[in-house]
């Protein structure tokens, strides 16, 4: 997966197979400032699952911001807004986001 930061936004990038569906991707926000990103074809048995673990430091990415995005051409792109230098971080609540195409 191809990464990008500038100072507002961090960009996440990779090219699935075209077997890779829109509604086979889940991107997941957990505790601790993570994104899980799996990309699973259950209905094949070789070259069908694809998984990474995003983490970011301690306040750096707003987890609300999260955007993903599944072209045609099989490139997955996740967008994460950064918090501005000082930001204070709320507590969390909720169990976070979940994201499916």
């Not at 961090?10 to 997941?28: A, D």
């Not at 995005?69 to 501005?84: M, W, Y």
């Not at 000082?86 to 195409?101: K, S």
Request: charged share 20%; with cysteine.
């Amino acid at each position: 997966m191809a990464t990008q930061s500038s100072s507002t936004l961090h960009t996440f990038s990779v090219i699935l197979p075209r077997t890779i569906l829109p509604e086979m991707v889940t991107v997941s926000a957990k505790k601790g400032d993570r994104l899980d990103v799996v990309a699973d074809a259950w209905h094949m048995e070789h070259d069908c699952h694809y998984g990474w673990e995003i983490s970011f430091a301690p306040g750096d990415a707003d987890m609300s911001t999260v955007r993903a995005r599944l072209n045609q051409d099989g490139e997955l792109t996740i967008e994460v807004q950064r918090r501005p230098p000082g930001q204070t971080c709320l507590a969390p609540t909720g169990t976070g986001l979940r994201y499916r195409f």
